[in-house]
């Protein structure tokens, strides 16, 4: 992936940058324009080489010109059921009834809980809150998602000498540039930590790396470099000056890392997770796919214990940190429920100016199969201390929308951070108003490129891509899918609409995990056992205000067909009335 990475990208300089399968080295090839140089510029908005391209139509200038084609309703909408979704971790400073309650509010659509940090009781109170919190779709609960983000198999180092409950202190060591410590995986000096030596957990660390590889401590703060190997220990040499605390974690970039793709631990919060009716699991340090295939088997096993067959399971969320993840990329993506572009860990384990090059190929390939992917870490890390984000940040939020992301999340800045209403409200309009131009930059492209990169569709498929085309065309307010299994609302979100869909679902934990998907917001009903119940939906739709009288909207809904006794997808389109009647045309 690394390598298709970087021709994709290559004419963002005038370098072209090789990536190495296990190694950080660089080689540098002159790049001369050819075609992937002229896609790029058109895709950045050159007309050829070195020529400017001006705004080719009024869509454009439009766009340009706040927006002009959203009138104040469809504003409203935009706020109250945006496209792009809020993933927020839910920790200290947040789990209390009342901001919780503004978090939600203010947009939060998934909570994370980082089970790295987060007791039980705590994840219990969150969930509690959670799910007793005031919104928009009906039912017993608050129809917001539940997401279990594992600690995973992580490197740690050990405890510093002399501290071995720490008992709330935080000793630091001071380890100085030039100087040498000694690597161990001796579990004898896990507790004996000093400037001399230290105990790493991966005990299969000696054979895994060579001389010259590199170790990065504390999420890349301090550097080492292996200059001798020996029997159980490493010696390295410190190549920056840092202060390095206890059981910090330990990156080996460019080197395969033999590890399970479950702890002990992870299993034990897993199972707590699915007896607690989690709606998705985040697998942290995923390196391929049977990593996923283990965790999902793993998953069901627990799963059929506590639920019966019908239930759905938890999804399972792939979190890419690291180079072997990029290079199995593929196998991983189809494995997995969705993907989570973890920036933080993989800004260590790859160059971090390839990065955001990663992020651009890993939401592309999402998009191209109909994937919920979500972009995290750092999103806007300085509003840990600060009330506004820095301009940077509020293009990274706006690019990874523009990009195609389901969802962005945040993790300290609601978490432990001193603003964390302010943060989700900073990031909900960020991305409403990216989710704006979407669709006016797009002018259908997205549509053309889905149809071309796929030979042939379901029908499903192809009924979901007709009513999102339909949508734009019709300028609809909003496309009604009535859903059992939530397939239909997860092909229509694949080809991105620019307006909301309503998932009617008569299951609450399908509605939470549709939730993720771009656009889709679901509205819980009960099943009566009547499939021409298209009237009730549009007035949901009213009463929840997804549209207004006088609009059009698209109703996409299963019929069965007692001739062939089999069902039928139907796709109709409404002028709604004020009881929701005035069917205009079926398909």
């Known amino acids: 992936m690394l390598h298709s990475l970087a021709r994709r990208f290559r004419a963002c300089n005038p370098t072209f940058i090789s990536l190495k399968t296990h190694t950080l080295n660089r080689t540098y090839q002159p790049h001369t324009p050819g075609p992937s140089h002229h896609a790029y510029q058109r895709l950045v908005g050159l007309g050829g080489v070195g020529k400017p391209r001006l705004f080719s139509s009024s869509t454009e200038l439009m766009c340009m010109s706040r927006y002009g084609k959203l009138n104040e309703h469809k504003e409203e909408v935009f706020g109250r059921y945006p496209l792009t979704k809020m993933v927020c971790t839910i920790g200290?400073?947040?789990?209390?009834?009342?901001?919780?309650?503004?978090?939600?509010?203010?947009?939060?659509?998934?909570?994370?809980?980082?089970?790295?940090?987060?007791?039980?009781?705590?994840?219990?109170?969150?969930?509690?809150?959670l799910r007793h919190s005031k919104g928009f779709h009906g039912g017993t609960f608050n129809m917001r998602?539940?997401?279990?983000?594992?600690?995973?198999?992580?490197?740690?180092?050990?405890m510093f000498e002399g501290d071995?409950?720490?008992?709330?202190?935080?000793?630091?060591?001071?380890?100085?540039?030039?100087e040498t410590i000694i690597l161990t995986?001796?579990?004898?000096?896990?507790?004996?930590?000093s400037v001399h030596k230290l105990w790493v957990s991966y005990k299969k660390l000696i054979p895994t790396v060579q001389l010259g590889s590199q170790i990065l401590l504390d999420d890349g703060l301090i550097s080492l470099e292996v200059i001798e190997i020996g029997d159980d220990q490493l010696t390295c040499k410190i190549l920056n000056t840092g202060l390095l605390g206890e059981r910090k974690g330990v990156n080996l970039p460019g080197c395969n890392v033999d590890l399970p793709a479950l702890t002990e631990k992870d299993k034990e919060d897993i199972v707590y997770g699915i007896k607690n009716d989690i709606d998705f699991i985040a697998a942290s340090f995923v390196r391929k796919g049977q990593d996923v295939k283990d965790i999902q088997q793993f998953v069901k096993e627990i799963h059929d214990q506590y639920w019966p067959p019908e239930h759905p399971v938890p999804g399972i969320i792939s979190k890419v940190e690291n180079q072997e993840a990029l290079l199995n990329f593929n196998d991983i993506m189809n494995e997995s429920y969705g993907i989570?572009?973890?920036?933080?860990?993989?800004?260590?384990?790859?160059?971090y100016e390839n990065v955001t090059l990663a992020q651009k190929e890993m939401?592309?390939?999402?998009?191209?199969?109909?994937?919920?992917?979500?972009?995290?870490?750092?999103?806007?890390?300085?509003?840990?201390?600060?009330?506004?984000?820095?301009?940077?940040?509020?293009?990274?939020?706006?690019?990874?929308?523009?990009?195609?992301?389901?969802?962005v999340m945040l993790s300290g800045e609601s978490a432990n951070g001193s603003y964390p209403l302010a943060s989700v409200n900073a990031l909900g309009s960020i991305a409403m108003e990216a989710d704006k131009n979407v669709a006016f930059?797009?002018?259908?492209?997205?549509?053309?490129?889905?149809?071309?990169?796929?030979?042939?569709?379901?029908?499903?498929?192809?009924?979901?891509?007709?009513?999102?085309?339909?949508?734009?065309?019709?300028n609809a307010a909003c496309i009604i899918v009535m859903t059992s299994t939530g397939r239909t609302a997860k092909l229509l979100s694949k080809f991105r609409p620019s307006v909301p869909i309503m998932a009617y679902v008569d299951n609450a934990k399908i509605g939470r995990q549709l939730i993720l998907h771009r656009?889709?917001?679901?509205?819980?009903?009960?099943?009566?056992?009547?499939?021409?119940?298209?009237?009730?939906?549009?007035?949901?739709?009213?009463?929840?205000?997804?549209?207004?009288?006088?609009?059009?909207?698209?109703?996409?809904?299963?019929?069965?067909?007692?001739?062939?006794?089999?069902?039928?997808?139907?796709?109709?389109i409404r002028k709604v009335g004020e009881d929701g009647s005035n069917i205009d045309h079926a398909m």
């Open 145 to 158: 998602a539940v997401m279990l983000d594992t600690q995973g198999p992580e490197i740690r180092t050990g």
């Open 92 to 129: 200290p400073v947040s789990e209390d009834k009342k901001t919780l309650q503004s978090l939600v509010t203010a947009g939060l659509r998934v909570m994370r809980i980082n089970f790295s940090h987060a007791t039980y009781e705590e994840a219990d109170l969150r969930m509690k809150n």
């Open 441 to 474: 930059l797009n002018e259908g492209k997205f549509f053309k490129k889905a149809v071309s990169q796929k030979e042939s569709m379901g029908t499903i498929e192809a009924l979901a891509y007709s009513a999102v085309r339909a949508s734009q065309e019709l």
């Open 164 to 178: 071995e409950k720490s008992k709330g202190k935080k000793p630091k060591i001071e380890l100085r540039k030039d």
């Open 519 to 572: 656009g889709v917001h679901p509205l819980l009903f009960k099943k009566t056992g009547d499939d021409t119940n298209a009237d009730e939906a549009v007035r949901r739709a009213l009463e929840f205000q997804f549209c207004e009288i006088g609009d059009t909207v698209l109703i996409l809904q299963s019929m069965f067909n007692a001739e062939t006794s089999v069902y039928d997808v139907a796709m109709r």
């Open 185 to 193: 995986t001796d579990d004898a000096h896990r507790y004996l930590g």
């Open 340 to 351: 989570m572009v973890a920036r933080g860990d993989l800004g260590v384990e790859i160059p």
């Open 363 to 407: 939401i592309y390939r999402c998009n191209k199969i109909g994937k919920p992917v979500i972009v995290a870490t750092q999103m806007l890390e300085s509003m840990q201390q600060n009330p506004r984000p820095t301009r940077a940040e509020v293009s990274d939020v706006t690019n990874a929308v523009l990009d195609g992301a389901d969802a």
